[in-house]
């Protein structure tokens, strides 16, 4: 298996659909209207996050907080590594007192669905896509910086050192 190593400094920063806000592109299938997509998003202040009608969600705070969401009226506070799952048609308000950074990773549905999980290094795991939320991890020999991702694949990956990392796993729909 080939792990591609994706990094944090290469992504170009773009606004957000509403304006609100910057993103960078981590990764996303080959289709024109995506199956999966992972982005990570700087969050500031208070911000509407764009609907994505007929996308799965699952919103990770990567580091700063702590940020408060409310979801279609229901508040959740929010620290790093935590993570918040909801439609894409979901009235999402966002308020970071300070500034902070958050991973999306959005499936459309009938097409693909996604888990997320976040663990502590070191471990050796299979996933599709990994990322540290820190600086600490590694992975062969190197160290990875916050934002680097790993796509994988079906063989374990085995990642070294300390820190947060993101787990992400794409199920194609029959």
Do not use: K
């Amino acid at each position: 298996m080939i792990v591609r190593l994706l990094p944090a400094a290469a992504r170009v920063a773009v606004p957000w659909r509403n304006g609100g806000g910057v993103t960078r592109e981590v990764a996303a299938d080959c289709t024109c209207m995506f199956g999966w997509r992972v982005s990570i998003a700087d969050l500031e202040g208070h911000a509407c996050f764009s609907a994505f009608p007929g996308i799965e969600r699952s919103f990770v705070l990567a580091h700063g907080g702590p940020v408060q969401l409310t979801i279609d009226g229901a508040l959740r506070v929010l620290a790093a590594g935590d993570i918040a799952r909801f439609p894409g048609e979901a009235e999402v308000l966002q308020h970071a007192p300070a500034t902070a950074s958050a991973i999306n990773v959005m499936t459309r549905r009938g097409v693909y669905t996604h888990r997320t999980t976040v663990r502590d290094a070191p471990f050796s795991a299979a996933a599709d896509l990994l990322m540290p939320l820190g600086n600490d991890v590694g992975y062969a020999g190197s160290v990875l910086t916050a934002g680097d991702a790993l796509l994988g694949g079906r063989d374990p990956i085995l990642l070294t050192g300390t820190g947060a990392v993101l787990l992400v796993h794409f199920q194609a729909m029959a």
